[in-house]
């Protein structure tokens, strides 16, 4: 009998080529995702009351800015290494 709150984040992919990469980091709370920074959408979308509200404090702050540059450093720098593995067991 508790609250869960946890943060899932992942890099959609179909190719090494940065075009075909999304980054995307959602927040959930008791199983319910509240909001979501989606690279391909260039800022967080928030899904419920509470979401909406901290989505439209992190659009207007920092907290945006270095989002955006999670892509690059998160996935860019790692799908290779990942795409390779999974052709060469395909």
């Given amino acids: ?3 869960w709150n946890y943060v899932v984040t992942h890099c959609d992919f ?3 080529d940065s075009k075909d990469i999304t980054f995307i980091q959602s927040y959930y ?5 509240i909001v979501r920074f989606d690279s391909s959408v260039g800022r967080y979308v928030g899904y419920t009351e509470l979401g ?3 989505a439209e404090a992190w ?7 270095q989002m955006r540059n999670e892509k ?3 996935c860019v720098n790692n799908v290779g290494n990942d795409y390779r593995s999974a052709v ?3």
């Avoid at 709370?29 to 995702?33: A, F, G, P, R």
């Fill in 1 to 3: 009998d508790g609250f």
């Fill in 14 to 16: 179909n190719s090494t």
């Fill in 29 to 33: 709370y008791n199983k319910l995702e």
């Fill in 52 to 54: 909406a509200k901290n």
């Fill in 59 to 65: 659009n207007s702050g920092p907290e945006v800015v």
């Fill in 72 to 74: 690059e450093r998160y």
């Fill in 88 to 90: 060469t067991k395909s």
